[in-house]
């Protein structure tokens, strides 16, 4: 799609990775994704919820998508290999609307990843189930995925630890740490297991250029 329509969605989304708490990526004196991740490589997965959205004339409420990618070294530095899941749900119209709009074809944030990514693993369209519990978002991905995050603790019992500016992805949104409390993965080469590693969930909002 070349020629975007006007497209925004409103949406949830957490993702988890296998840094220690907290990622040296989001972090470091070095800039924005230029430290090496804790353990030399990042496998992280980020799942998206779509509250409400539209591509065009085509709606998208209630679909979901995941992206799973390897960065074998510092993120900056690419070369990632990376794979995406479409909601099995979506119709053919909604598949190439999230593909758009989460591949980067359509502009917007993840526009910004693409050149980061090498090898493109293809998409899946596949049964996805995702849960917001309070300080805690799950998602199952049949054979795939079984994930569930939670927000760390706060000095304060009724509160959260909030991250702003530390991901272009999410722009001025209150960006939540939290750690795995189960989370595995496994597709292609890939098996990991990013349970007590860390999390972060947020809700945002994004429009076409």
Same mark, same amino acid.
């Given at each position: 799609? #070349? @020629?975007?329509?006007?497209?925004? /969605? @409103?949406?949830?989304?957490?993702?988890?990775?296998?840094?220690?708490?907290?990622?040296?990526?989001?972090?470091?004196?070095?800039?924005?994704?230029?430290?090496?991740? @804790?353990?030399?490589?990042?496998?992280?997965?980020?799942?998206?919820h779509i509250n409400s959205g539209s591509f065009g004339d085509v709606q998208l409420d209630d679909l979901n998508v995941m992206l799973a990618a390897q960065a074998p070294g510092p993120m900056i530095e690419g070369n990632w290999t990376a794979a995406i899941y479409l909601d099995e749900r979506a119709s053919g119209e909604q598949q190439q609307a999230l593909g758009a709009i989460f591949g980067g074809a359509a502009?917007?944030?993840?526009?910004?990843?693409?050149p980061l990514i090498g090898t493109n693993l293809g998409a899946k369209l596949v049964p996805i189930e995702y849960r917001n519990e309070g300080r805690r978002r799950?998602?199952? /991905?049949?054979? /795939?995925? @079984?994930? #569930? /995050?939670?927000?760390?603790?706060?000095y304060k019992e009724d509160a959260v630890v909030i991250k702003q500016n530390a991901n272009p992805l999410f722009d001025g949104a209150d960006w939540v740490q939290a750690s795995g409390v189960s989370s595995s993965y496994r597709d292609y080469d890939f098996e990991w297991d990013n349970a007590g590693k860390c999390a972060d969930?947020?809700?945002?909002?994004? #429009?076409?250029?």
């Open positions: 799609m #070349t @020629d975007s329509p006007n497209w925004s /969605i @409103d949406a949830e989304y957490f993702e988890n990775c296998n840094c220690d708490i907290v990622c040296p990526c989001e972090i470091s004196a070095l800039g924005f994704l230029q430290a090496r991740p @804790d353990q030399g490589h990042c496998d992280v997965f980020l799942m998206f502009g917007g944030p993840m526009a910004g990843l693409v799950s998602a199952r /991905i049949p054979n /795939i995925l @079984d994930a #569930t /995050i939670q927000a760390v603790p706060s969930y947020a809700t945002f909002r994004w #429009t076409g250029p």
